[in-house]
């Protein structure tokens, strides 16, 4: 709150400002706003310099490793090389033949909506994958330690099946929903959900057994314990999980799409691969990485907002 009496400097539209009354209430927010940007962008320089110095030297070596003759450009070609023939690689991307724009047999899409319809689909089935193992994997898990009868019944099958490789799952993918959308989607679930039954199982056991005693001594139910203590607990971690199993989701996706299941940007990189073009396989590695990169980003972005009770700076030692 603005202090009455002090005349403040004027923002944006040129408005008369008295001492008696402070500056209006529009400015005063869009000072606010404009107050917050500054420091958000005040506290996102510092990772944002890191990030482009942390990518330009890993670039700087590869393009190092090439001009001393160390990387043959036919098999591993330097970023300038594959970064530059970005507008003929993106044509290769048209493999998304059920999308038709105009009118005739030979239309289609253009190489930047091929691009971007190819990065959509593989997007979606991993966010669409990683959604469904999350909650089917956290609503089981808690049920699991809420109910005895049914740890019983389904622990023993979960931890047998946790070990089992996701390319295992891919012919049971097939036989069930054919090729499309659905395998892949079940691919990245089927990876995903035993490995984040047992993590929230194990972060059940882990809470802090003081916070439960206190619950039952102010009186609360099993049931409150559960909703208002333990969940709240378990949360933080959890969504770490999760943002390592979106990095898992993408590489599931990726190999069901280069087996066949469907189109997507594994398919890309698999016809790189028959048609021996390492431009192409760096350049779908390079937009894999940008969006892995962001999607993780964005996450931790969520996360700060939707867990708002954990303190900032406690997920990690640094300073000690």
Not at 35 to 41: G, K, N, P, T, V
């Given at each position: 709150?603005?202090?009455q009496?002090?005349e403040?400097?004027?923002?944006?539209?040129?408005?008369?400002?008295?001492?008696?009354?402070?500056?209006?209430?529009v400015?005063?927010?869009?000072?606010?706003?404009?107050?917050?940007?500054?420091?958000?962008?005040?506290?996102?320089?510092?990772?944002?310099?890191?990030?482009?110095?942390?990518?330009?030297l890993f670039?700087?070596i590869?393009?190092?490793?090439?001009?001393f003759?160390?990387?043959?450009?036919?098999?591993?070609?330097?970023?300038?090389?594959?970064?530059?023939?970005?507008?003929?690689?993106?044509?290769?991307?048209?493999?998304?033949?059920?999308?038709?724009?105009?009118?005739?047999?030979n239309?289609?899409?253009?190489?930047?909506?091929?691009v971007?319809?190819?990065?959509?689909?593989?997007t979606?089935?991993?966010?669409?994958?990683?959604?469904?193992?999350?909650?089917?994997?956290?609503?089981?898990g808690?049920?699991?330690?809420y109910?005895?009868?049914?740890?019983?019944?389904?622990?023993?099958?979960?931890?047998?099946?946790?070990?089992?490789?996701?390319?295992?799952?891919?012919?049971?993918?097939?036989f069930?929903?054919?090729?499309?959308?659905k395998?892949a989607?079940?691919?990245?679930?089927?990876?995903?959900?035993?490995?984040?039954?047992?993590?929230?199982i194990?972060?059940?056991?882990?809470?802090?057994?003081?916070?439960?005693?206190?619950?039952?001594t102010?009186?609360?139910?099993?049931?409150?314990i559960?909703?208002?203590v333990i969940i709240?607990?378990?949360l933080?971690?959890?969504?770490?999980?999760?943002?390592?199993?979106l990095?898992?989701?993408?590489?599931?996706?990726?190999?069901?799409?280069?087996?066949?299941?469907?189109?997507?940007l594994?398919?890309?990189?698999?016809?790189?691969?028959?048609?021996f073009?390492?431009?192409?396989?760096?350049?779908?590695?390079?937009?894999?990485g940008?969006?892995?990169f962001?999607?993780?980003w964005?996450m931790?972005?969520?996360?700060?907002?939707l867990?708002?009770?954990?303190p900032?700076?406690?997920?990690t030692l640094?300073?000690?």
């Amino acid at each position: 709150m603005m202090r009455q009496g002090i005349e403040q400097p004027q923002i944006g539209m040129a408005q008369v400002t008295t001492p008696a009354t402070g500056i209006k209430p529009v400015e005063a927010r869009l000072w606010q706003r404009s107050a917050r940007l500054r420091a958000a962008a005040l506290r996102a320089a510092p990772v944002v310099l890191w990030s482009c110095l942390s990518v330009g030297l890993f670039a700087g070596i590869w393009e190092a490793c090439w001009a001393f003759g160390w990387a043959d450009p036919k098999l591993l070609p330097p970023p300038h090389v594959f970064l530059g023939d970005i507008v003929d690689q993106a044509k290769f991307f048209n493999t998304v033949s059920r999308w038709q724009v105009g009118v005739g047999q030979n239309s289609g899409p253009s190489p930047a909506m091929a691009v971007l319809y190819t990065v959509l689909s593989t997007t979606g089935r991993v966010f669409a994958g990683l959604a469904i193992a999350a909650s089917l994997a956290i609503s089981t898990g808690v049920a699991i330690r809420y109910f005895t009868l049914l740890e019983r019944l389904t622990l023993p099958t979960v931890t047998l099946l946790a070990p089992v490789s996701p390319i295992a799952w891919l012919p049971v993918a097939i036989f069930l929903f054919g090729i499309g959308n659905k395998p892949a989607i079940f691919m990245v679930v089927i990876a995903l959900l035993f490995h984040m039954i047992l993590a929230t199982i194990t972060q059940i056991d882990g809470v802090n057994r003081n916070f439960i005693n206190v619950a039952r001594t102010m009186g609360a139910t099993k049931r409150q314990i559960y909703a208002r203590v333990i969940i709240p607990a378990i949360l933080p971690q959890l969504f770490v999980f999760l943002r390592f199993n979106l990095f898992g989701a993408w590489m599931v996706v990726l190999v069901a799409e280069a087996t066949g299941v469907g189109y997507g940007l594994g398919q890309v990189i698999m016809l790189g691969r028959n048609t021996f073009n390492p431009s192409l396989v760096f350049f779908t590695i390079v937009l894999i990485g940008v969006l892995g990169f962001t999607f993780d980003w964005l996450m931790r972005l969520m996360q700060r907002k939707l867990l708002y009770w954990v303190p900032p700076g406690t997920e990690t030692l640094r300073g000690l």
